[in-house]
């Protein structure tokens, strides 16, 4: 609705340069009168571009590593969209890396020295950015260092995961998430993520024991059917595909075509 009282249309795929710059101007006086909301400078990233993205970009991520954001990377994933701004997203992250390795401070500003944890946030976010350019091996020693500086943080450990999963390195990625889950094994989260990473490295009964850590049986089996817990069932099923256990996997997507068949009579259901 801001937009459109600046008689900008907010659905168009593609704007002209004049378009731009009055979003930005728009975005740039939400962003002085709300300076703790991250929203409109994540949105300046996504119109902005040259030197004027990587003075906000710069903003962007100085502000989120200071204040230990763990989804600092996916909040800005969208922007690697872009060949150009991946080379500014470089530069920036490349040269904090090196002003805090030596002096604990940001590269431009050399007189204010930051929490430790800043550097550790920084490392986080440079891992994520190696491996979505598929630079592996960049990715996991910068990992590697992140985990040697604060080895009680569970994130290292399923970035690292994500990263060896990328590269094809199922068992090895399964080994990394459990470290990190180990660390909170009272997260739900983590636990059923572990099983997921076990049934890519076909550990499938593995699998099935951490399930069974929040799932109760039902006639011999778990209840993640009865929980219509589809993710589990496709993995399992492809697992048993892979394996050439096809009675198997059939049963596994067979559960999946019933969760949609009761899906569609609920709906019925309730709009009779």
Partial sequence: MLSKAHKLDPKKDQYSEQEKEGIIIVLEEQSKAFPKASAPLRLILKYSEGEQ????????????????????????KQLYLDPKKVVIIEEIIVKHLDSLRKT?????????????????????????????????KQALLIIDEAIEHTPTLVEVYTVKA????????????SESYNKGRELDQADRYLNARYSKYLIRAGKLEEAEKMMALFTREVNGELNVHEMQCMWYELELGAAYEKQG??????????????????VYDDQVNIHI
């Fill in 53 to 76: 993205f990587g003075k906000k970009f710069n903003e962007y991520i100085k502000s989120a590593s200071s204040r230990a954001l763990p989804s600092l990377f996916n909040n800005v």
């Fill in 104 to 136: 604990n401070c940001f590269f431009d500003n050399l007189t204010e020295e930051l929490d430790p944890t800043v550097f550790l946030w920084i490392l986080l976010y440079a891992a994520q950015h190696y491996d979505i350019k598929k630079d592996y």
């Fill in 162 to 173: 994500k990263i060896l999963k990328h590269q094809g390195e199922f068992e090895k990625a």
């Fill in 245 to 262: 256990q096809i009675i198997k996997a059939l049963k596994m997507y067979k559960y999946i075509e019933q969760h949609f068949s009761t």
